[in-house]
């Protein structure tokens, strides 16, 4: 199982940037995806998720109505629109592959990792 994440950078508060997994190595239409990050100092937390089977998404509160998550099956790649940034979405991003939303809803219980992006919200 791989996870390539990519489409971190620098924006101005109220901008946006679209965060980019790319899955390979097992079967994506079994497998649920999830964006958490961390900043710094902090516990990495939940900020969506996606099932690879249907359109079934959650977010943080945090994240509700300013990020979009969304899927291309086809490319076997996971999308986090995100926009509105604020300073406090500052982190690096990882994306999470699980076989349930429930190992991609919790750090504690996702079973596979992606490498990080960072973005940056400042002025």
């Known amino acids: 199982v791989q996870l390539q994440a990519s489409g971190g950078g620098s924006v101005q508060p109220g901008g946006s940037l679209r965060l980019s997994c790319v899955a390979s190595g097992f079967n994506t239409g079994h497998y649920a995806i999830g964006w958490f990050r961390q900043a710094p100092g902090k516990e990495r937390e939940f900020v969506a998720r996606i099932k690879w089977s249907g359109d079934s998404t959650y977010y943080a509160d945090s994240v509700s109505g300013r990020f979009i998550i969304s899927r291309d099956n086809a490319k076997s790649t996971v999308y986090l629109q995100m926009n509105s940034l604020k300073p406090e979405d500052t982190a690096v991003y990882y994306c999470?592959?699980?076989?349930?939303?429930?190992?991609?809803?919790?750090?504690?219980?996702?079973?596979?990792w992606g490498q990080g992006t960072l973005v940056t919200v400042s002025s």
């Open positions: 999470a592959a699980g076989s349930n939303i429930v190992e991609v809803s919790y750090a504690s219980r996702v079973r596979y």
